[in-house]
């Protein structure tokens, strides 16, 4: 099976708040130590350059194929990843699996 990859969208809701240094040094690890024994192989952070872009981020994980993102929404620590979200933003992001 091909590489995969789970895009995590972060809308700039008005007034909306993201703390990219936190995201990049402290979320994405979080998420590859949760999620790398299920299959994660890295992730990175897009960040828009125009003001009036419709996402503060874009998160972009890395899984050596779709049956690992599934196996990594099952691992025992994605509550953490998901209770972390409120650290470093304060909108509702959606994830979309991707081939």
Request: aromatic share 10%; glycine share 10%; net charge negative.
């Amino acid at each position: 099976m091909a590489m995969a990859k789970l895009v995590v969208t972060y809308p700039a809701d008005p007034g909306a708040t993201f703390d990219r240094d936190y995201y990049v040094k402290v979320h994405l690890p979080l998420c590859q130590q949760h999620f790398g024994p299920a299959g994660m192989t890295g992730g990175e952070a897009l960040f828009p350059l125009a003001d009036d872009s419709p996402f503060l981020c874009l998160g972009i994980l890395s899984f050596t194929d779709p049956a690992a993102i599934g196996a990594a929404m099952a691992v025992p620590g994605v509550g953490e990843v998901f209770a972390d979200i409120a650290n470093f933003t304060s909108v509702q992001p959606t994830a979309t699996a991707m081939a």
